[in-house]
């Protein structure tokens, strides 16, 4: 939800602001913009409605000198994609600039406040209040910029990063973070500004996560400052990225999906690199060993996430269920966080998140933790407010995801789940040795099972070229494969547009099958499980309705020809692996059906990849 990203040093700043712009595009694509500021004090602001591109266009030919700048990739919330509501935004005077990733929710009260004292807007944004509002104390309290920015931060209600920057002051950025992230790169006499590390990490592996309510002045030549709103010093964590630039390009790929998805036989190796020995004796997770007490107490585990996070724990709780044998509710952190739920010390809460700044995810945390429960996080991003928001946690290490349709990381998650299962049923006793060497073997092998799976891409690229002009999809799955059939579903949909719905197989006889017809594709997963026989009945009711069957199903699995349409085949493996290894083809039939229609694959309408609003 927007990138922002700032620069100050002795390089120019605009192709710092620009590389950096790219790197974050990712979180949202409506509009570009950028500030500067150069020697003479001049302060330039250049903005447009698109994409990072379209902004190059538009500065083509313009002055975009100056060593300090400030720059923003836009997701829309208040008022539409269009240049005036591009960032960055000016005070009234033209001083002051700023860029914000976040939501000021009492902006409307403020705006009326500034209006009576004769400040007009012209942008629809909730972020022109913010700017004028510093101003407006500026200049009534003759205070410093950053005093200003303390004070108006202090007035606001809502989520924010920002990064101001101001005529005549060519030496100082300030930025500040609430609920929204913010990273500072240290070089050598500069100091980069960003989002998350990916725009900084090709200049510097030095970087400080900036806190919650906490401001940042940065000024050239000296050292960086952090505060709080109260204007106490804060603590300076300086850390090291392990982050490698070649993790953030396409590799030879057309797209950064394509690449993330034939990544994954590496990220479950890097997922499970020292917690599991090739021979699946053991299972160590240490985030989960070291708090063992608190899952051996548990009443029940919580699992709170959203969207692609949210399928990975339906999994999840089939496994701890089955495995463990403690009681785990799957909640939308959207709709946790509103509806008073009955939450106490001795419940677990896992909160489950790809990049770590999901606003909805951070405050079910929030709620679990007024709750006075355990919270553990299970994220990819390293150092993000989930990581960090969280007793404890375990990282899936999957590498950065940059496609907004997530994949690599819905299977670290599942591995990881299943590793948390792993551990805690050992721990409790309640899964015989040969099944716990046998799903933990079964982790080791993944990677192999992925790799038979991916050998298989041109025949599913094949394959989605019949589908492409289908106007509906459905998804089926059984037991472990339900979530697998919603996550299936949720790719078709937010990459080609095509509206798709996940069921469990059985459930369709209950309304949905009124739906079937001979236009409706349905892809059935149906491997070999203990339910296998009655996925094929509900095939059977699908195919009687003539409906277009795409049968996922266990290699040399025969049978199944005479039943379905098309056949995908995938390796057989224990059940609850079943839907990584299955997801993996659905992955790829959603990636080249998008292609097919022509979509921007790795930056679908209106979607950003990290949704930091509510
Ligand atoms: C996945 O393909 C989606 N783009 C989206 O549903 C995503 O999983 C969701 O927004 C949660 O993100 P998180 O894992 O970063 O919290």
Known sequence: MCGIVGYIGGRQAFPVLLNGLRRLEYRGYDSAGVALVDGSGSLKVYKCRGKVADLERFTDSK???????IAHTRWATHGEPNDVNAHPHYSQSGNI???????????????????EHGYTFQSATDTEVLVQLIEYIRNTSRCSLLEAVRSALKRVVGAYAIAVVEKDNP???IAARKSSPLVVGLGDGEYFLASDATPIVEYTDKVVYVGDEEIVHICRGRE??????????????????????????KGGYPHFMLKEIHEQPKTIVDCIRGRIPADGSEVVLSGVVANKEKFMGARRIIIVACGTSWHAALIGERAIEDMCRIPV????????????PVISPDDVVIAISQSGETADTLAAVELARNAGAFIFGICNVVGSSVAR?????AYIHVGPEIGVASTKAFTGQVTVLTMLALTLARE???????????VAKGLVELPSLIEKVLSQDDKIKDLSKIFTYAHNFIYLGRGYNYPAALEGALKLKEISYIHAEGYPAAEMKHGPIALIDSEMPVVAIAPDDHIYEKTVSNIQEIKARKGKIIAVVSEGNAAIHSLADYCIEVPVTEECLSPIVVSVPLQLLAYYIAVNKGRNVDQPRNLAKSVTVE
């Open 428 to 438: 409790k006793g309640t899964v015989r040795d040969e099944k716990f060497r046998s």
């Open 63 to 69: 002055d975009v000198g100056g060593t300090i700048g």
């Open 224 to 249: 960086l400052k952090v505060m709080n709103l109260d204007n106490e010093q804060a603590q300076i964590d300086i850390r090291t990225l392990e982050l490698s630039i070649n993790q953030l390009e």
């Open 329 to 340: 509710e799957v909640e939308y952190a959207s709709e946790f966080r509103y509806r008073n």
């Open 97 to 115: 600039a700023m860029i914000h990733n976040g939501i000021i929710e009492n902006y409307s009260v403020i705006r009326d406040a500034l209006s």
């Open 389 to 393: 928001a969280t007793d404890s946690g």
């Open 171 to 173: 030496d100082e950025i």
